[in-house]
């Protein structure tokens, strides 16, 4: 996973990895054991923090 921002590599990592299954387990998403780890599904944008959430040009593709 890769995560941009404005044209700047923010973060990467791979799911399921030791290092991504220990992150969760130290954080507060520990609870769900299946935690960011399905294949597909619908995609969510949820702030968790107070005022407006504002999405412009947001792009999703599937790579090949």
């Not at 941009?4 to 769900?32: C, H, M, Q």
């Not at 947001?58 to 790579?63: A, C, S, V, Y």
Request: no cysteine; charged share 20%; proline share 6%.
């Amino acid at each position: 996973m890769q995560h941009w921002l404005n044209g700047r590599k923010i973060i990467d990592y791979e799911l399921a990895s030791p290092d991504w299954t220990s992150r969760v387990a130290a954080s507060k998403f520990a609870a769900y054991p299946r935690y960011g780890l399905a294949s597909q599904g619908l995609i969510g944008l949820q702030g968790d923090h107070p005022g407006a959430l504002a999405i412009r040009h947001l792009r999703i593709r599937e790579l090949p």
